[in-house]
Each structure stands twice: as structure tokens, then as C-alpha cells.
């Protein structure tokens, strides 16, 4: 007996077929998990900020100075980044998903750097 060959052109996966390459699930998870740790980090540091930052400023008779555009981007912009790689990354490979993970933490931290210079008046724009 033979056995029928598949004469399908490689890359014409049916739709809702996956590719064997893109890693398991728990796999997938978990590089989401550990990379939102960090996200968790940037998010935590921007809400002690959002919390105690006014009340230095208050303290030091500058209450009416307090950049809370800055503060309030700073706690909402490290979610809304990963959030967005993670749909953009759902669907690509697990080493590809990795990659565009790291690309947000990093556009996360030079986002971050940018609010903390705008914030602290060391960035002046022409």
C-alpha cells in the first residue's frame, strides 16, 4: 500500500493551522509572564511616583508645579505598550513574539527616560 503524499504548497496552512515552530503555549506564556515582570516594574516605579512626587513638591512649596500629564503617562504608557506587542506578537512565532516583547520594554524605558527628562526640566525642546 501507498501512502498519499500531501501536495500542498508549503506555507498554504489551512487557516487556524499553526506552524510546529511556534513553540508551545506554556512556553508563549511564560515569556509573556516574565517580560510583564518587568513592565510591572516600570509601572510600580511611574504609580510611587505619581504618589509621592506631589507630595515633595508640596512639601517644598512647589505644589502648583507638579507635571501630572507626566505623571499620569508615566503609569498608563508601560501597559499600553506591552499590551499592544503582546496583539501585535500573539500570532508570530515564539522567537519573534520574544523580540517584539523586547522592542516595546525597550521603546517602555526610552519613553520612560523621555517623561523623566520633560518632568525634572532637562530637556529643553527648540
Not at 512626587?53 to 505598550?81: C, F, I, K, Q, R
Not at 521603546?107 to 518632568?119: D, E, F, G, Q
Given at each position: ?18 506552524p510546529?515552530?511556534?513553540g ?18 516600570f ?48 500570532r508570530?512565532?515564539?522567537?519573534r ?8 520594554l ?21
Amino acid at each position: 500500500m501507498t501512502e498519499a503524499r500531501d501536495l500542498t504548497p508549503p506555507g498554504t496552512e489551512p487557516v487556524g493551522t499553526a506552524p510546529a515552530d511556534r513553540g508551545s503555549r506554556v512556553a508563549r506564556l511564560g515569556v509573556i509572564l516574565l517580560l510583564g515582570l518587568v513592565v510591572a516594574w516600570f509601572t510600580w516605579d511611574a504609580v510611587g511616583n505619581l504618589i509621592a512626587l506631589p507630595e515633595l513638591l508640596s512639601d517644598l512649596g512647589l505644589a502648583e508645579s507638579v507635571p501630572w500629564p507626566t505623571l499620569v503617562l508615566g503609569v498608563a504608557m508601560p501597559v499600553v505598550y506591552y499590551a499592544a506587542a503582546v496583539v501585535i506578537g500573539v500570532r508570530l512565532t515564539l522567537a519573534r513574539l520574544t523580540l517584539v516583547l523586547i522592542a516595546s520594554l525597550a521603546a517602555i524605558a526610552a519613553t520612560r527616560l523621555s517623561l523623566i527628562a520633560v518632568a525634572t526640566g532637562t530637556l529643553v525642546v527648540l
